[in-house]
């Protein structure tokens, strides 16, 4: 279109140039030689020209030692003391020439030096209102890391499955007092940023025993803990619906990074569905990290009308950013500013809305699985992801692995292309 506007603003015709094969015929049948009588008669045969010829100096080197020598012994003549140079240059001979060096002075790690024991770390839990406060004293250098857990036990269960798509959202909110872009500038001037994501873990002691919930998340500097603790305040009491036409390149850029994620990350999918139906609490989290997760944003960026997620969103906004769903926090700081952050920290809890609630987070569930249990999904994707996984003992089973893994996981999985799927 650049291309266009030069002929455009001459009063020329802009469609005469994009008949291309066109121009090129003509050129090539008006202009039959002109090129090669141009280069013959302005470069081959033009005796207007210079002639540059480059010889070597066969002295160079010599002339180069003579300058060298000149340079040493002026540096020489401005000396004064020429016999304490010449010692100082034995001793650094000799200092270099040492076999034998310290290298105590190096930073080292020996196998003595690790302890075989762990320690604990130390943590510390106080109350505001009915919300569980944990603090950590670490050297954190000088930055304070706050998380909070807002439990959906009661959420009614057809809004679960936005609760991906409402912590992508929730950085676009705005509030009684800011839009969301000026909201999002706030965070990203005293914060890292703001983090809402699903969260869920399986009960180290049953596998019918389950946590879930919303992790919020942020971290900045001591200096700034004030003004997070404040944004954090002004987004739990003074946030506003969504707009749709906000929501709808929200829902666009989630279903664009859950469907180029599923090649990339194909075994994570295929190990997820595999052990869909062995816990809730992994069927939980394929619902919300999952295929179905891909397919339910991709099904919400086709619909024309969006007011039924717009009006489900809110209502999540509603139950989750309120003292009632709040279960608990946890605060990593430095030991100097310990004082002055958990005086913000109480101020923020003590200001949500909403009556407090002490209901445990933790949830029970039945799963009732197939001996045989397959599932096959399709996708353009040139590679084949497959897994299998089988159920096992609870952390705390005398027969667990005691790994930091899911009491259900896989076992097997495997990559194949099409022309050796089977």
């Not at 569905?273 to 086709?302: C, H, I, K, W, Y």
Request: hydrophobic share 35%; glycine share 4%; proline share 4%.
């Amino acid at each position: 279109m650049m291309a266009l506007i030069s002929p455009w603003i001459h009063n020329g015709n802009p469609t005469d140039f994009l008949l291309v094969k066109r121009n090129i015929k003509n050129i090539k049948g008006e202009c039959k030689g002109f090129w090669a009588e141009c280069v013959k008669n302005h470069l081959m045969n033009n005796s207007h020209h210079l002639t540059l010829v480059m010889q070597m100096n066969e002295l160079y080197r010599e002339n180069m030692m003579i300058k060298e020598k000149a340079k040493n012994k002026e540096a020489l003549s401005s000396v004064l003391d020429c016999e304490q140079l010449y010692r100082n240059g034995i001793k650094l001979n000799q200092d270099q020439d040492q076999s034998h060096r310290n290298v105590h002075c190096l930073p080292s790690l020996q196998v003595s030096d690790v302890s075989r024991c762990s320690h604990p770390v130390c943590v510390h839990h106080e109350f505001a209102g009915s919300v569980c406060v944990q603090y950590s004293e670490q050297p954190t250098n000088n930055i304070t890391y706050f998380q909070a857990l807002s439990g959906i036990n009661h959420l009614p269960e057809e809004l679960k499955i936005y609760i991906p798509l409402f912590g992508a959202a929730i950085t676009q909110f705005r509030t009684e007092m800011f839009d969301h872009r000026q909201f999002s500038e706030l965070w990203e001037l005293h914060t890292s940023g703001i983090t809402a994501e699903a969260f869920t873990s399986a009960h180290y002691k049953s596998l019918l025993t389950y946590e879930q919930g919303v992790l919020f998340s942020s971290y900045c500097l001591n200096d700034n803990v004030s003004s997070m603790f404040n944004l954090w305040e002004e987004l739990f009491c003074r946030y506003l619906p969504i707009d749709e036409q906000k929501l709808r390149t929200i829902i666009n850029m989630a279903a664009n990074k859950a469907t180029m994620s599923v090649t990339d990350a194909g075994h994570m999918y295929a190990m997820r569905s595999a052990s869909n139906g062995l816990t809730p609490a992994a069927n939980l989290s394929e619902m919300f990290f999952g295929l179905t997760q891909v397919r339910f944003l991709n099904d919400v960026r086709e619909k024309s009308d969006l007011s039924d997620a717009v009006m489900k969103l809110n209502k999540i906004a509603k139950l989750l950013l309120s003292s009632q769903s709040l279960r608990r926090c946890a605060v990593n700081t430095t030991s100097n500013a310990l004082p002055m952050v958990s005086d913000d920290v109480k101020r923020f809890l003590l200001s949500l809305p909403g009556i407090p609630s002490d209901v445990s987070t933790l949830s029970e569930g039945t799963v009732c699985v197939k001996t045989e249990y397959r599932k096959d999904f399709k996708n353009d994707s040139p590679v084949n992801y497959a897994a299998k996984c089988f159920k096992t003992a609870p952390y705390s089973h005398e027969d667990s692995t005691r790994q930091d893994v899911p009491a259900c996981w896989t076992f097997w999985s495997g990559t194949s292309f099409d022309s050796s799927s089977r």
